[in-house]
C-alpha cells in the first residue's frame, strides 16, 4: 500500500510542475496510444456492441480530455520566450477519478469476463489525451499570436 502512495505521490508532483509545450512532440503520445489500442482491438473478435462501447468511450474520452484541457494553466513567459502548461488541481483529481474507475471496472469484469468492456475503457484516456493536447495545441497558437 505504502508503494502506491508513493507514486500517488510522484504523479502529482510531475503533474503539478510547470513544462515547457512543444508543438512537435504533442502528437507522439497520442500515435502511440493510437498504435497500442488498435493493434489491440485487431487481435479480437469485433462485435456491433463492442464497436458501440468503443465509440461511446472515445466520445466520453473526447469530451473528459477538453475539459481538461480547458483547465491547463497555458502562460507566456516573456522572459525565456517559452510557452508553459501546468495541470489543475482539478484535473490532477479528475485524472485519478478515471483511474479508479478505471481498475474498478477493470477488476468487475475479470470477475465477469468482460474482456471487451476492458478494452473500450481504454480508449478513454485515448480520446482525452487526443483532445488535451489539441486544446493545448490550439492556446499555444493562440499565445504565440499565430
Not at 510522484?10 to 503533474?15: E, H, N
Not at 522572459?79 to 479528475?94: D, K, P, Y
Not at 485519478?96 to 468482460?114: D, M, P
Request: charged share 15%; with cysteine.
Amino acid at each position: 500500500m505504502s508503494s502506491y502512495l508513493v507514486v500517488f505521490i510522484v504523479i502529482v508532483l510531475i503533474m503539478l510542475r510547470e513544462k515547457q509545450v512543444r508543438p512537435a512532440r504533442l502528437w507522439i503520445i497520442p500515435v502511440l496510444l493510437m498504435g497500442v489500442m488498435f493493434s489491440t482491438i485487431s487481435s479480437i473478435k469485433l462485435t456491433p456492441l463492442s464497436i458501440v462501447m468503443y465509440i461511446s468511450c472515445l466520445i466520453v474520452g473526447l469530451s473528459i480530455g477538453v475539459w481538461k484541457g480547458k483547465l491547463e494553466k497555458i502562460r507566456m513567459n516573456h522572459t525565456r520566450g517559452i510557452v508553459t502548461t501546468q495541470s489543475s488541481i482539478a484535473g490532477i483529481i479528475l485524472f485519478f477519478g478515471i483511474l479508479l474507475v478505471r481498475l474498478f471496472v477493470g477488476h468487475w469484469s475479470r470477475e465477469l469476463a468482460l474482456l471487451s468492456l476492458t478494452n473500450a475503457l481504454m480508449f478513454i484516456p485515448l480520446g482525452s489525451i487526443c483532445s488535451r493536447r489539441y486544446i493545448i495545441y490550439l492556446r499555444y497558437k493562440q499565445l504565440m499570436g499565430e
